[in-house]
């Protein structure tokens, strides 16, 4: 049983391929959250990204693959679009920059949107990722939010990939952070926030639900 929960999909009216993956919702899942230790994205490498994450993703990324190539020749024009809420955040980074680099095409057609992402792995990783996807991403961050600093830095030198967008309060003024090399957190952006004045409910602030509509799903896991 895979450790993630997520969907491929298509949204003819905004003309996109999905390929969104589900936060936190099920015990099984807390496993993946809780795997801190790094693993290497790439063998013999330096590059270290959480454990949980990356296992949760190359359960299925094979499968994922498979479909995104159908829908992206079924519809040569649509944007792809990865996405993810908290945990599913982290998950969408990791499969997108596994398939951008793996997946014919879709380095011109790809975006990356998450959402409440936590840390996905360390200063190498981040500037692996933001040379390849930097310029397509945007983390986006809730004001007080106390998921997007774990697993803290301190941690096996765990650090974000840019590029951030605070939402910095509940009226919708945003901030866009700057992008740095290597480890991309601009202390004006997020970071600013003490950690003792961080409350879940900001987690789970995120610009609402999509309608009932939003997309019509070829294949979940």
Not at 93 to 107: C, F, H
């Amino acid at each position: 049983m895979p450790l993630s929960d997520g969907f491929v999909a298509v949204h003819h009216r905004s003309q996109e391929i999905v390929v969104a993956w589900a936060a936190t919702h099920r015990y099984r899942a807390l496993v993946t959250d809780l795997a801190v230790f790094p693993l290497p994205y790439i063998p013999g490498a330096s590059t270290g990204v959480h454990g949980g994450f990356l296992d949760s993703v190359r359960g299925v990324i094979g499968s994922v693959k498979e479909h995104l190539e159908l829908l992206m020749r079924d519809y040569p024009n649509y944007t792809v679009i990865f996405t993810g809420h908290s945990k599913g955040g982290a998950e969408a980074a990791l499969s997108a920059l596994d398939l951008v680099r793996t997946v014919d095409g879709l380095r011109q057609r790809i975006r990356v949107w998450t959402f409440g992402q936590p840390r996905v792995g360390d200063a190498q990783f981040a500037a692996l990722y933001n040379q390849q996807l930097g310029a397509v991403t945007y983390r986006v961050t809730s004001a007080a939010d106390p998921v997007v600093v774990m697993p803290p830095q301190f941690l096996f030198d765990y650090c974000h990939h840019g590029t951030e967008v605070w939402l910095m309060n509940e009226t919708g003024d945003m901030y866009v952070g700057r992008n740095y090399t290597g480890c991309s957190e601009d202390p004006l952006a997020s970071s600013s926030v003490d950690f003792y004045d961080r409350t879940i409910r900001w987690h789970k602030n995120y610009l609402g639900l999509p309608p009932l509509d939003h997309a019509t799903a070829v294949f979940s896991w």
